[in-house]
């Protein structure tokens, strides 16, 4: 019989792991509906195209990590690899354009690409995102950043730092880029194999890469604030007197400016950001994102501004439970039936269809062990109580209700739906 294993790249959430997972997207759902953000859920997979367009023809996402199918109608068809460019599609096929603007969105779904596993990097991979379309002023923009930092701090994730760049716009970019192509080219001998294939058409991910032997180089790189137009220097400034501005309401904001930070996509324009952790390193970014002012355009719609980030979830969720203090909520059953004999089972099965009628989380313990045994798999479910049904208590009408989470000794009750249910809710 052949062993199957999940997919290279892909993982199994257990039952044991889902509070963490839950935590992590209740938390998500909160922060984004406080800051106005609406709910969006787009196709698992989208036309090729829109990728190739959105995502630019240059990326690594395009080269070589697309999950990329044809279907039994012909068309090209690409699982998602990333989010905005579907949402941005959503915009424009819906005319949220006649909605107030900015319409701003938020998404928790699963992305595909086929990429090398390695820690906080995998094939199928979950994020949180958010989006806000319509809307180039800079006050979105550190909206949008102060919608991450408080994610994160909800997450109780200390220590982390958010890194921030401008990147200019179709303006300013070409003349930066034609100043970073001379500068790589007098290092040519000294680059890796994958930066001179990107020198001409993708210059701006040479800032990106993570070789030792090209890490020196970018620091010494021309920096892309010192080419901004005049539009994207004013928006510049006001971003940073923003960030400042929240200090006040978040005294451990820890930001600063990285002229190497430049993100991994074409269609980032001006403001870009990540938030990193403590002693950040490898693929340890929690949030990244910036503004693409052009992608909208670039897909088929009228000029329209955007801004948003996208988090992976698989990270987070590992920063949580590596949070010593981090206290798991129960997920056990609030009653499991402990019964004894064939009438006490029939009676406890009753009694359980009864209550999880009336809300109550009830499980009726294996049926031919002994009480020692259902009670080590009541405790081992980290049930709230365990009821005790016996032939005794089938005559008395009365069975007894033992707390497992607290020290207080068992009672009696009733064998009735309604009594059994007020017991367990305290009423």
Not at 77 to 85: D, F, H, S, V
Not at 190 to 199: E, G, S, T, Y
Not at 353 to 368: D, E, T
């Amino acid at each position: 019989m052949p062993s199957f294993r999940a997919p290279r790249g892909t993982y199994d959430i257990l039952p044991g792991d889902q509070p963490y997972w839950s935590f992590a997207m209740r938390t998500a759902a909160e922060v984004a509906s406080r800051f106005g953000y609406g709910r969006i859920d787009t196709p698992v997979f989208e036309a090729t195209d829109l990728f190739e367009r959105g995502v630019g023809d240059a990326t690594d996402i395009v080269q070589k990590e697309m999950y990329t199918f044809e279907d039994h109608g012909g068309d090209s068809m690409t699982l998602r690899p990333e989010g905005t460019a579907g949402v941005c599609r959503a915009y424009i096929e819906h005319g949220l354009h006649n909605q107030p603007q900015p319409v701003r969105m938020y998404y928790q779904a699963n992305f595909f690409r086929y990429e090398r596993p390695q820690a906080g990097r995998f094939r199928q991979f979950s994020q949180f995102g958010v989006e806000a379309i319509g809307d180039g002023s800079p006050y979105v923009d550190v909206e949008v950043m102060e919608l991450g930092w408080s994610f994160v701090r909800a997450l109780n994730i200390s220590g982390a730092s958010l890194r921030v760049n401008s990147i200019g716009d179709s303006e300013c970019r070409p003349a930066y880029l034609d100043a970073l192509r001379d500068y790589y080219r007098d290092h040519i001998d000294d680059i890796c194999d994958d930066d001179r294939r990107r020198l001409e058409r993708a210059p701006l991910r040479l800032l990106d890469c993570k070789k030792s032997q090209c890490q020196s180089i970018g620091d010494t790189a021309p920096k892309s604030t010192d080419y901004l137009c005049n539009a994207c220097k004013a928006h510049w400034v006001l971003v940073l007197a923003l960030l400042e501005g929240l200090k006040e309401t978040y005294p451990d904001l820890d930001y600063y400016v990285d002229h190497r930070l430049v993100r991994g996509l074409d269609y980032y324009t001006r403001t870009v950001f990540e938030i990193e952790p403590e002693n950040a390193a490898g693929q340890s970014t929690l949030l990244g994102g910036g503004r693409y002012d052009g992608l909208i355009e670039e897909i088929g719609g009228q000029p329209t501004p955007g801004i948003g980030f996208a988090s992976g979830l698989d990270r987070l969720v590992a920063h949580v439970k590596s949070q010593e203090d981090f206290e798991s909520p129960e997920i056990g059953p609030d009653v499991v039936i402990v019964h004894l004999g064939e009438a006490a089972g029939r009676r406890g099965a009753s009694l359980a269809a009864g209550l999880r009628a009336a809300g109550v989380a009830v499980l009726v313990a294996p049926a031919g062990r002994s009480m020692r045994a259902q009670m080590r798999y009541s405790n081992a479910l980290n049930a709230r109580y365990a009821l005790i049904i016996g032939d005794r208590e089938l005559e008395s009408g009365e069975g007894s209700l033992r707390p497992l989470q607290e020290d207080s000794g068992q009672a009696g009750v009733s064998l009735d739906v309604e009594a059994i249910a007020r017991a367990v809710r305290g009423a």
